[in-house]
């Protein structure tokens, strides 16, 4: 409720939790990272509002991420549940990639055909995958067209990696080679 009964208060607060960060990324310059990752639930939107969003999250998101990119590392934006609504403004702070791209299946809301229209040529993809439905207590051709699925709506001209859309605890070993064994057929 501060967002909204003392908002200066939560800037004050996000702007000495962005400092502390801002130390560690510029002590990155020079790391052998692939990427690292910046995000989390509290950039969901089935947590927050877009409004919200764009006032108490990417101000200082998009801070960290040019000067991540000044330290010379790569940024994945990370987002669990709902991002349809953000999906641009996500895009402008101009990560290198975003996930996880959770669908509906999964308690989020994302249309990965409709996410890749709309920023897939901005940012790479990463996820998308329902690994709750998928990984157990399916068939195998059941988990190959998943990964289809996925390919299908976000893989043309590149800039999409198969990923499950969250961690997952318990998989079919059966699963998790027809997955691996699916996707090595996707090319586009």
């Known amino acids: 409720m501060a967002a909204y009964d003392d908002p200066e208060w939560v800037h ?12 560690f990324v510029k002590s990155l310059k020079g790391a052998k990272y692939d990427i690292l990752e910046l995000g989390g639930g509290d950039a969901s939107t089935t947590v927050i509002s877009p409004k919200l969003f764009n006032e108490f999250v990417a101000p200082y ?19 669990c549940g709902g991002m349809m609504p953000i ?21 989020a809301d994302v249309d990965l055909a409709e996410a890749k229209k709309r920023i897939g040529d901005k940012v790479c993809m990463i996820g998308g995958f ?6 157990k207590g399916c068939t ?8 289809r699925r996925c390919f299908e709506a976000a ?22 080679k027809a997955y691996a064994d699916e996707a090595r057929k996707c090319v586009y």
């Open 155 to 176: 893989g043309e001209n590149g800039g999409y990696i198969l990923c499950p859309s969250d961690h997952f605890f318990d998989a079919d070993v059966e699963l998790i």
């Open 61 to 79: 998101d998009k801070e960290l991420i040019r000067l991540t990119h000044e330290a010379g590392q790569r940024i994945v934006y990370h987002t």
């Open 87 to 107: 999906l641009e403004d996500i895009a402008a702070m101009q990560p290198d990639a975003m996930e996880t791209f959770t669908p509906p299946a999964m308690g």
């Open 140 to 147: 195998p051709e059941q988990t190959r067209a998943e990964v």
């Open 12 to 23: 004050q607060f996000l702007k000495i939790l962005q400092k502390r960060k801002i130390t």
């Open 130 to 135: 329902d690994q709750f439905h998928f990984f």
